[in-house]
C-alpha cells in the first residue's frame, strides 16, 4: 500500500486525470520532489520554486461548414405574443373529437378495415387508368403533320442540291448506279452458287465410284477362296 503520503499523492494524480489532466505532468512533479528529498539542505525550503507549473491550453477549434452557414444566415424575428403556445392535443383528445374513444373494440376494427377498403379501392382505379393509357393509339395528325413538314424539307433540299450542281439530278444519278451494283452482285452470287453445287455433284460422284470398286474387289477376293 505504502505510506500515507504516497496514498494522498496517488489520489490527488487520480482526480486530475478524471479532470481529463494528462498523468504525465504528475509524474514530472513527483520524480523532481523524490530528486529534492534526496538533499538534506533542501529538505526544510519551499520547492515551489522548482516544481513545474502546467497551463491549461485551449485550442481553438473549427467550427463545421453548417454551424458557419446557419450563422450567416439572417434570423427572422418572431412577433411577440405575450400567450403560450397551445398545448398538443393528446391520443384520447383526437379520440374524443372523432368520436372513436366511445366505439368498441370490434367497431374500431371494423371502421379500420373500412378505411383500409377505400383506399385500396382508390389505388386500384388509378393503377387501371394508367394501364389504359399505355394502350390508348396516338392521334393520326400530329404525325401526318410531321411527316409533310419532313416531306416539304426534303423538297427543298432536292431543290438546293440541282440548283448547286448545275441541273444535274444527284438523287437519280445515285439510285441509278445502286441498281447497277445490286446486278453485278446478284450476277457474282449466282455463278458462285452454280460452281459451287457443279462441284459438289462432282464429288458425290467420284465416292459412288470408289465405293462400287470396292465393293467389287471384295467380289472378286470371295471367289477365289
Known amino acids: 500500500m ?36 534526496k538533499d ?38 418572431k412577433s411577440y ?4 403556445p397551445a398545448q398538443t392535443p393528446s391520443k384520447i383528445d383526437k379520440q374524443l373529437d372523432s368520436g372513436e374513444y366511445f366505439l368498441t373494440e370490434r367497431e374500431r376494427q371494423a371502421k379500420q378495415l373500412a378505411e383500409k377498403a377505400t383506399v385500396s379501392i382508390v389505388k386500384s382505379r388509378a393503377k387501371r387508368e394508367k394501364r389504359r393509357e399505355e394502350f390508348v393509339p396516338p392521334t393520326s395528325g400530329s404525325g401526318g403533320g410531321v411527316d409533310d413538314a419532313k416531306g416539304d424539307k426534303g423538297g427543298n433540299d432536292g431543290a438546293d442540291t440541282k440548283k448547286d450542281t448545275g441541273g444535274l439530278d444527284l438523287e437519280a444519278l445515285k439510285s441509278k448506279f445502286g441498281k447497277v451494283d445490286k446486278r453485278k452482285r446478284t450476277g457474282d ?28 474387289d471384295k467380289k472378286k477376293r470371295d471367289k477365289k477362296e
Request: hydrophobic share 25%.
Open 81 to 84: 405574443t405575450p400567450f403560450p
Open 2 to 37: 505504502g505510506s500515507y503520503k504516497g496514498i494522498k499523492q496517488a489520489r490527488s494524480v487520480i482526480l486530475e486525470c478524471m479532470r481529463n489532466i494528462h498523468p504525465v505532468y504528475n509524474i514530472k512533479r513527483l520524480m523532481i520532489q523524490r530528486e529534492l528529498a
Open 189 to 216: 452470287d449466282l455463278s458462285d452458287y452454280v460452281g459451287g453445287m457443279a462441284k459438289t455433284n462432282e464429288d458425290d460422284d467420284g465416292e459412288k465410284a470408289k465405293k462400287k470398286k470396292r465393293k467389287e
Open 40 to 77: 538534506p539542505k533542501l529538505q526544510d525550503e519551499d520547492w515551489s520554486r522548482f516544481l513545474p507549473t502546467f497551463g491549461k491550453k485551449n485550442v481553438p477549434r473549427k467550427k463545421p461548414r453548417q454551424v458557419l452557414q446557419d450563422a450567416e444566415k439572417p434570423k427572422s424575428k
